[in-house]
């Protein structure tokens, strides 16, 4: 009775849920999208709206057609009337404010756009049970597309030179028990292949409910991890959510790989392009971080506000460190971004080198008489090396 009732309701199930995994996630995030009077690091624009608008006030506007939005799509019949709107609303927030596109935002995004497809209603087309079906039936195959693409390049995307010693040693050392395989290459790389083998597995009905079951204990190793060292409790709902959407989308529904229909419909190749083919992209900078299934891959830019010990008034004190960075003196400090912004949002900066205009010019004109820089850290992917950029307040025009 409960794979027939699923088997009906799969697509309102996963809509559902994602809305669900959403709103959790803002909620814990709430300093990120509120845009408080408290909050310290700076709003960072895709397009600069603010001589058009008020921006606080068209925020909280946005937030509250966003509750609406997903209440509609709870409760009244047009769910893609609806979905459109959040969809819509999103785009506009982000404009607002790009540190909210979180790779699980990109990722809600494109299961709700799926939903839009599925549930479309073009005039003069027989609008019967038949099409209806079909209609579903392709949008939980975009949706389907979506996860492949999660755990196949979260998987890729960690055969670098730095997963081990930037990761998977973390990971293993939150418990004494496994502090052992903290150097092991070998379960380092099988952790890699495991991850591929979860996205290629859920392609093909032979391979199918391994695959979930493999990827269900995967993401509660992963939880665990995450709870015991208290880090990035943003995605534990994201966590729990791709199990349970794992059962709901593969467990009894293969998912049949169709080249012809691929070949038909436009929004399959829009699909195959920004899930499959754009993440080669980052490859060579072309593709942002947070659209390319980049998790926990060791790959982040790494930024840090550096000066000497009088220029931490500069920041809030409460987000400090407490490290020394000693280049300009025994008395310098280092003022790590990753930290600053996961202490104040629980989530991660939108780690791309554009972001640092943005940041000298908040906050350079206070660091430069503390002889102040921004410096920044980027990792070549096929060796240990990395580059870094030097970012002197003193060259900075405000």
């Not at 946005?62 to 609806?82: D, H, Q």
């Not at 502090?179 to 996205?199: C, M, Q, T, W, Y």
């Not at 280049?327 to 972001?355: C, G, H, K, R």
Request: glycine letters at 6%; a neutral charge; hydrophobic letters at 50%.
């Amino acid at each position: 009775m409960l794979s027939a009732f699923i088997s009906n309701k799969r697509l309102d199930l996963i809509l559902s849920l994602t809305l669900l995994l959403c709103i959790s996630q803002m909620l814990l995030s709430w300093p990120l999208w509120a845009l408080s009077s408290e909050r310290s690091y700076p709003i960072i624009p895709v397009v600069d709206l603010s001589y058009l608008l008020d921006i606080k006030f068209s925020n909280t506007m946005l937030l509250f057609a966003a509750a609406l939005a997903t209440l509609g799509v709870f409760i009244l019949k047009n769910k893609k009337l609806w979905l459109l709107s959040l969809l819509i609303i999103c785009s506009f927030l982000i404009i607002i404010d790009v540190n909210r596109l979180q790779p699980w935002l990109f990722q809600y995004m494109l299961i709700w756009a799926a939903g839009v497809w599925a549930y479309r209603d073009k005039k003069g087309l027989n609008t019967d049970a038949t099409n209806a079906q079909d209609w579903q039936n392709e949008g939980l195959y975009l949706i389907q597309m979506v996860f492949v693409a999660t755990y196949l390049w979260a998987g890729l995307n960690k055969l670098n030179a730095h997963y081990l010693t930037s990761v998977f040693n973390w990971l293993m050392g939150i418990f004494e028990w496994s502090k052992f395989l903290k150097d092991n290459h070998f379960v380092a790389v099988l952790s890699v292949l495991i991850e591929i083998a979860v996205g290629i597995g859920l392609m093909f009905a032979r391979t199918q409910r391994w695959a979930v079951l493999l990827g269900v204990l995967m993401h509660a190793i992963i939880l665990i991890l995450l709870v015991k060292d208290g880090w990035n409790k943003i995605v534990y709902p994201w966590n729990v959510g791709m199990a349970i959407g794992l059962w709901v989308l593969f467990w009894d529904k293969p998912m049949n790989i169709n080249l012809g229909w691929l070949k038909q419909l436009f929004i399959a190749w829009v699909y195959t392009f920004l899930l499959f083919f754009a993440p080669v992209l980052n490859l060579f900078g072309l593709w942002q971080y947070n659209l390319s299934n980049m998790m926990y891959s060791g790959m982040s830019l790494e930024v840090e506000m550096v000066g000497l010990d009088e220029g931490q008034a500069c920041f809030p004190s409460k987000f400090n460190n407490g490290k020394t960075y000693g280049v300009e003196s025994d008395s310098s400090f280092n003022f790590d971004l990753d930290d600053w912004v996961m202490s104040e949002f629980e989530a991660p900066y939108y780690a791309e080198t554009w972001i640092i205009p943005f940041l000298a010019k908040k906050y350079c004109p206070c660091l430069k008489p503390h002889k102040g820089f921004i410096r920044v850290e980027t990792r070549n992917r096929w060796d240990k090396t990395k580059q870094i950029k030097i970012v002197a307040c003193d060259e900075v025009k405000h």
